[in-house]
């Protein structure tokens, strides 16, 4: 079963609401639209939804490259 996400016309990029689950594996299909009509819609590409990144452990600051407009980290 295939979800229609939007209907519009886009001139750069899409972006959508739907909260996706972390580490879960979504097929996409995109059909393009413009003043001649639509498109056929493409094969499903699957993608895997990014999860948050663990945090960084034994943060210091690296007085070397710290100044007063950057903080030089390492971990």
Same mark, same amino acid.
């Given at each position: 079963?295939?979800? @229609?996400?939007?209907?519009?016309?886009?001139? #750069?990029?899409?972006?959508? %609401?739907? /909260?996706?689950? *972390?580490?879960?594996?979504?097929?996409?299909?995109?059909?393009?639209?413009?003043?001649?009509? @639509?498109?056929?819609?493409?094969?499903?590409? #699957?993608?895997?939804?990014? %999860?948050? /990144?663990?945090? *960084?452990?034994?943060?210091?600051?690296?007085?070397?490259?710290?100044?007063?407009?950057?903080?030089?980290?390492?971990?």
């Amino acid at each position: 079963m295939w979800v @229609d996400l939007d209907y519009d016309i886009r001139t #750069s990029f899409y972006t959508t %609401k739907v /909260a996706l689950t *972390p580490d879960e594996v979504y097929s996409f299909k995109v059909r393009a639209r413009n003043s001649v009509g @639509d498109s056929s819609q493409s094969e499903p590409i #699957s993608i895997r939804a990014a %999860k948050p /990144a663990d945090p *960084p452990i034994n943060l210091q600051n690296v007085p070397a490259i710290t100044t007063a407009y950057q903080v030089g980290l390492q971990w």
